[in-house]
């Protein structure tokens, strides 16, 4: 039975050898930030950041019309959803969703209280 146990076997207060996460000190979002912050001097003599050069990239293949199909919807879809935001996903429901689903149905326009077509509406002469 080891020292940090009990005679059940359970951790005792205060002696767990779970040590939780560890922290990442340089997550991988910091890196890319990092380098795409860097410098470039590029071919027509300019100075760029290496996120601009890469930005210039992805719409190069967007606009080439000899690029692969599948690269080209690839980095228009990139750039739309940089630019006007990810359409949102519409999860479907399964068959026992919908079984609870309840749909309110009326009869007929008739029915809207208050409306020119309702029955018990007064008449308009």
Known sequence: MSANKDSKGRFIKG???????????FPITNILRTLGEQEQLTDKGLIKRRIELLMEKVYSIAENDD????MRKWAVEFIAARTEGKVAEIAMPNEDAKKIIKVLEFDAVTDIPGTPRDSNAPSEV
């Open 67 to 70: 690029t692969e199909d599948n």
């Open 15 to 25: 002696h767990s050898t779970n040590i939780g996460r560890v922290k990442n000190n």
